[in-house]
């Protein structure tokens, strides 16, 4: 596996544990590439002093027969989780190589970075690993946010597809990782989540596959109750020119929860 990690100017290696991280897990047939080319976030990197890691969506070359088929299963759609099933466990576990295992890699190899001042966010595919991650450890992440986030994964065909081919048949299961079921169980501290969707975006208002209107409901039922904020955008479509437009505002937004900016700002 890939990976891109940005380095702000303020990065010194000899300040240990000194700068804190912001991890973008893109979507659907994404590599580290991605984001780190097209979602801009560097600037604001720069600006407020976080660092930010671009992981890939899957393993890549598991040898697994039929991985390759798809570009919504297999490689680079890795879907967040810990596979369950016989052909895909051993390899696509994709929540705790995000969760465990990367956070501990790259702490070796860049000692200045701060893996206990973290926060999370995603776009599409990634906006709901980012979501589910964050509502699966409460109080580990500082912030998240997502752009046109896969909402209620357990109810979509993208997300019924990813599920049963890693999680099987028992929807019990996929429910594990669903955004719109964990934020009802989240009990933990409470930072505000914050959402763009775009209104031109097909795969939300054509194919069905977002439906981030489910996750604000269900949100007014919880601990987040009023702090969850879904920006419908007009005009936006599901591309990377819409995470660019609005990559300022996410910036911010955890900049705020990572500590790096007053009340004031
Ligand atoms: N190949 C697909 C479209 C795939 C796509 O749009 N992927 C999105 C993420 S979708 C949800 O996770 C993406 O970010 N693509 C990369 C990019 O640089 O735009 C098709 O043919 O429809």
Not at 107 to 121: H, M, N, P
Not at 168 to 182: F, I, M, N, S
Not at 217 to 233: T, W
Request: hydrophobic share 35%.
């Amino acid at each position: 596996m890939d990976i891109n990690v940005y380095l702000p100017a303020s990065y010194d290696a000899g300040k240990i544990h000194a700068t804190p991280v912001l991890i973008y897990l893109a979507g659907l047939t994404c590599s580290p590439a991605n984001g780190a080319e097209k979602a801009f976030f560097q600037p604001y990197a720069d600006k407020y002093g976080f660092a930010v890691v671009y992981p890939d969506t899957s393993p890549r070359g598991a040898g697994i027969d039929g991985e390759d088929e798809n570009w919504d299963f297999g490689t680079g759609a890795g879907f967040y989780c810990d596979a369950t099933t016989e052909k895909y466990k051993d390899h696509y576990r994709m929540y705790s190589y995000i969760n465990e295992e990367l956070p501990v890699l790259l702490a070796e190899k860049f000692a200045g970075l701060d893996f206990d001042t973290v926060s999370l966010t995603g776009h599409s595919m990634g906006g709901y690993g980012a979501l589910a991650i964050y509502l699966k450890n409460a109080g580990k992440y500082k912030s998240v946010s997502a752009f046109a986030p896969i909402s209620n994964p357990s109810n979509c065909p993208w997300g019924e597809k990813c599920f049963g081919g890693y999680l099987g048949d028992d929807r019990a299961a996929w429910l594990e990782y669903d955004p719109t079921v964990l934020i009802k169980k989240y009990d933990g501290p409470v930072a505000p989540i914050l959402i763009h969707q775009g209104l031109a975006d097909a795969f939300h208002y054509r194919d069905n596959q977002l439906q981030p209107e489910n996750f604000l409901k269900a949100s007014e039922e919880s601990k987040f109750k009023g702090k969850v904020s879904v920006n419908l955008v007009e005009k936006f479509d599901h591309s990377y020119f819409f995470i660019a437009s609005f990559a300022k505002e996410h910036a911010e937004h955890h900049a705020k929860y990572l500590g790096l900016v007053g009340p004031s700002l």
